[in-house]
């Protein structure tokens, strides 16, 4: 049974940094393909970025050059480092693998 674990949340001011965390478990992490997903209130689940196995990016455009994916497969975690926050990035960050999802974690920028 796979388990997505997201963390790293909070309310940061406008032009601030967070760093998310999603730590798996229940699959063989190092040949996983995974990804960041959010959801503002209203608005359809959008994606943010994604990372294959093999370790190459792909991103939404609202985010490219401000958000990094990475993984470290030896921690079975991926992360998505968040600079440069707006107030439009505010939303619910999940964590993916296939069709399952973590129970995602709140981000909020507001000033």
């Known amino acids: 049974q796979v388990q997505l674990a997201e963390s790293g949340g909070g309310l940061v001011q406008p032009g601030g940094s967070l760093r998310l965390s999603c730590a798996a478990s229940?699959?063989?992490?190092?040949?996983?393909?995974l990804g960041w997903y959010r959801q503002a209130p209203g608005k359809q689940r959008e994606l943010v970025a994604t990372?294959?196995?093999?370790?190459?990016?792909n991103y939404g455009d609202s985010v490219k050059g401000r958000f990094t994916i990475s993984r470290v497969n030896a921690k079975n975690t991926v992360y998505l480092q968040m600079n440069s926050l707006k107030p439009e990035d505010t939303a619910t960050y999940y964590c993916?693998?296939?069709?399952?999802w973590g129970q995602g974690t709140q981000v909020t920028v507001s000033s």
């Open positions: 990372i294959t196995s093999g370790g190459m990016t």
């Open positions: 229940g699959l063989i992490f190092s040949i996983s393909d």
């Open positions: 993916n693998y296939r069709n399952c």
